[in-house]
T-cell receptor, first 113, second 115 residues
Framework: GNSVTQMEGPVTLSEEAFLTINCTYT??????LFWYVQYPGEGLQLLLK???ADDKGSNKGFEATYRKETTSFHLEKGSVQVSDSAVYFC????????????WGAGTKLIIKP | ETGVTQTPRHLVMGMTNKKSLKCEQH?????MYWYKQSAKKPLELMFV???????ENNSVPSRFSPECPNSSHLFLHLHTLQPEDSALYLC??????????????FGSGTQLSVL
C-alpha cells in the first residue's frame, strides 16, 4: 500500500539553525512527492515538489531530494528564521489517481529567536 | 481577493442543527476538493469535483452533503453531526485533474465544533 511517515514534532530550533524534517514513504509505481506548509491560521501552501527520482525541489531556501533507493524526501533548510514556524506536511501522489494524495501527519516546527 | 476563500472561519453547532460551509475560488480552476483536518492525523480527502461533477466520495457519512453549483463555488451541507466531526474543514482547488503533480491551492478553513 501507500503511506507517508514523518518525524513527530514539535521540532524546536533556534534561529539560524540547520533544519531537517524526515519523510519516508512506501508506494507502488512512481509517485510524485510534495512538501506543503501551513502557517498559523492559514490553509496549506505548496512549498516544493519533485516528480521523479533524484529530482531536487527547492523554494524559499528549503530543499528536498527524491531518493528512490531510500524511499525518502527529507526537507532541509540551512538557516531557519522565526517566520518559518509552521506545520510541514509531506505527501505523495497515488500512481492510480490524479487527485488522491497520501499525507503524512505533519510536523510542527517552532523557531525561537 | 485571496485565491480560495472559505466562510465562516469558525462554526459552533449542536448535533441537531443544519449548517453549510462555503468555498469560493477566484483562480479559474476546474477542480475543487473538501478535506478534513483533525489534530495529529493526516488530511482526509472527502470529496472531489471536476467541472461541477463529483468524481470522488471517499466513504463519507451521509450527514455531509456536498454541492458544486459551478466551477467557482463549493458547499458542504452539514446535518445531525456528531462531536467526532469537530475538525478543520479545508477547501482546495486545482487547475484540473490532468496529472499526479497538480498543485493544490487551499483556503484557510472552517474550524467546526460540534457540541
Amino acid at each position: 500500500g501507500n503511506s507517508v511517515t514523518q518525524m513527530e514534532g514539535p521540532v524546536t530550533l533556534s534561529e539560524e539553525a540547520f533544519l531537517t524534517i524526515n519523510c519516508t514513504y512506501t508506494a507502488t509505481g512512481y509517485p510524485s512527492l510534495f512538501w506543503y506548509v501551513q502557517y498559523p491560521g492559514e490553509g496549506l501552501q505548496l512549498l516544493l515538489k519533485a516528480t521523479k527520482a533524484d529530482d531536487k525541489g527547492s523554494n524559499k531556501g528549503f530543499e528536498a531530494t527524491y531518493r528512490k533507493e531510500t524511499t525518502s524526501f527529507h526537507l532541509e533548510k540551512g538557516s531557519v528564521q522565526v517566520s518559518d514556524s509552521a506545520v510541514y506536511f509531506c505527501a505523495l501522489s497515488r500512481a492510480d489517481s490524479n487527485y488522491q494524495l497520501i499525507w503524512g501527519a505533519g510536523t510542527k516546527l517552532i523557531i525561537k529567536p | 481577493e485571496t485565491g480560495v476563500t472559505q466562510t465562516p472561519r469558525h462554526l459552533v453547532m449542536g448535533m441537531t442543527n443544519k449548517k453549510s460551509l462555503k468555498c469560493e475560488q477566484h483562480l479559474g480552476h476546474n477542480a475543487m476538493y473538501w478535506y478534513k483536518q483533525s489534530a495529529k492525523k493526516p488530511l482526509e480527502l472527502m470529496f472531489v469535483y471536476s467541472l461541477e461533477e463529483r468524481v470522488e466520495n471517499n466513504s463519507v457519512p451521509s450527514r455531509f452533503s456536498p454541492e458544486c453549483p459551478n466551477s467557482s463555488h463549493l458547499f458542504l451541507h452539514l446535518h445531525t453531526l456528531q462531536p467526532e466531526d469537530s475538525a478543520l474543514y479545508l477547501c482546495a482547488s486545482s487547475q484540473g485533474l490532468r496529472s499526479r503533480s497538480e498543485k493544490l491551492f487551499f483556503g484557510s478553513g472552517t474550524q467546526l465544533s460540534v457540541l
